[in-house]
């Protein structure tokens, strides 16, 4: 039985996903570890000459890109012989490189304290400077006014924790999934992400959940991991700009209202779409002008599919939380 589970949820990775697996095979332990790869129909060579691991290791290949969130739910629950068995589960994005120690230390962390039910690593910038990775979890009114730049005016907070330096353990609403570290009956009872989110916006809302349960979420600084952001996602400019802005309006209608929902998609083309715009404009960048305005068509397109999906699929009111969140307020 393996001591730790990893699923890598791997769209045209290339030599990030093999990097990010040599690091897995240099960690402490790491013939306990068992590693799955969902691959979302990748077009490069991303697949090959992957480095061997001394664990368990198993490819699954999906036909099409299936999303982050719902990804991760099969690496998950497809379980095999060697998998299922571990007391927790790694999310890690294949543009991570976790440091030798980071899994054992993680682990040790999560399994601890009963009262806790995620933590996430330090995360690194290329340079070795600390990334600000933790994030508050998303207020409406909050939410709303970032679509309109006013956390640069300091009249609303920023999403992440900027003040905050990581360099010390504590509670926080939310760890980024670049390296999220679940116990596996927390994440089965959550029933894992919500498939919903095809990317983006599924780690917040699964920590959110995770407070909701009374389990707590932590920043460790001990454990570290080099990450280069949006190391997959960079070379599609308007498909990430759109899934953005839509799982921000779907995590505001799941967790908010409707009506906060569409406050947030009136406020992508009223604010947010037409600020980045106004940015390309000044760099005068033809290209990035049109890769706002194809991610604003493809917005659009989706709006009613969105609408019709929160009327179906409205939140269940959960019971109040045993604990606080550290920002719940923010």
Same mark, same amino acid.
């Not at 480095?51 to 379980?79: T, W």
């Not at 045993?322 to 969140?325: K, L, Q, S, T």
């Given at each position: 039985?393996?001591?730790?589970?990893?699923?890598?949820?791997?769209?045209?990775?290339?030599?990030?996903?093999?990097?990010?697996?040599?690091?897995?095979?240099?960690?402490?332990?790491?013939?306990? +570890?068992?590693?799955?790869?969902?691959?979302?129909?990748?077009?490069? *060579?991303?697949?090959? #000459?992957?480095?061997?691991?001394?664990?368990?290791?198993?490819? +699954?290949?999906?036909?099409?890109? *299936?999303?982050?969130?719902?990804?991760?739910?099969?690496?998950?629950?497809?379980?095999?012989d060697a998998w299922g068995e571990a007391p927790a589960i790694l999310f890690l994005n294949p543009d991570a490189q976790v440091a030798p120690d980071a899994p054992v230390r993680a682990l040790a962390a999560l399994l601890a304290d009963p009262g806790t039910g995620i933590v996430g690593a330090r995360l690194l910038e290329a340079d070795g400077t600390t990334a600000r990775s933790c994030a508050r979890a998303p207020a409406p009114g909050a939410m709303l006014g970032r679509a309109f730049a006013l956390d640069r005016l300091r009249l609303v907070p920023p999403h992440f924790l900027r003040e905050f330096d990581h360099g010390t353990d504590r509670e926080v609403d939310q760890v980024m999934g670049a390296f999220l570290m679940i116990r596996r009956d927390l994440f089965a009872a959550l029933g894992g992400f919500d498939e919903r989110f095809f990317v983006y916006y599924e780690d917040v809302d699964l920590c959110r959940r995770a407070w909701d349960t009374g389990r707590s979420v932590r920043h460790l600084a001990g454990p570290t991991a080099r990450h280069l952001g949006q190391g997959t996602t960079r070379q599609a400019k308007a498909h990430r700009l759109f899934y953005?802005?839509?799982?921000?309006?779907?995590?505001? #209608?799941?967790?908010?209202?409707?009506?906060?929902a569409l406050a947030l998609a009136a406020a992508a083309f009223c604010g947010q779409i037409p600020l980045r715009l106004a940015q390309a404009g000044a760099r005068r960048s033809g290209a990035e002008a049109r890769e706002v305005l194809r991610a604003a068509r493809l917005l659009a397109a989706a709006l009613p599919a969105i609408r019709a999906d929160l009327r179906s699929n409205p939140l269940p009111s959960p019971a109040a939380p045993? *604990?606080?969140?550290p920002g719940a307020s923010a």
């Open positions: 039985m393996a001591d730790l589970d990893v699923v890598i949820v791997n769209w045209n990775g290339g030599d990030l996903l093999r990097q990010c697996l040599a690091a897995l095979a240099c960690a402490e332990g790491a013939e306990r +570890i068992a590693v799955t790869v969902v691959d979302n129909a990748s077009s490069d *060579r991303s697949l090959e #000459g992957l480095p061997a691991l001394p664990g368990p290791f198993r490819l +699954i290949r999906n036909g099409e890109n *299936r999303g982050f969130g719902r990804a991760c739910n099969q690496g998950a629950f497809d379980v095999g953005i802005l839509r799982s921000e309006i779907l995590y505001a #209608g799941k967790h908010h209202g409707r009506a906060w045993a *604990r606080p969140r």
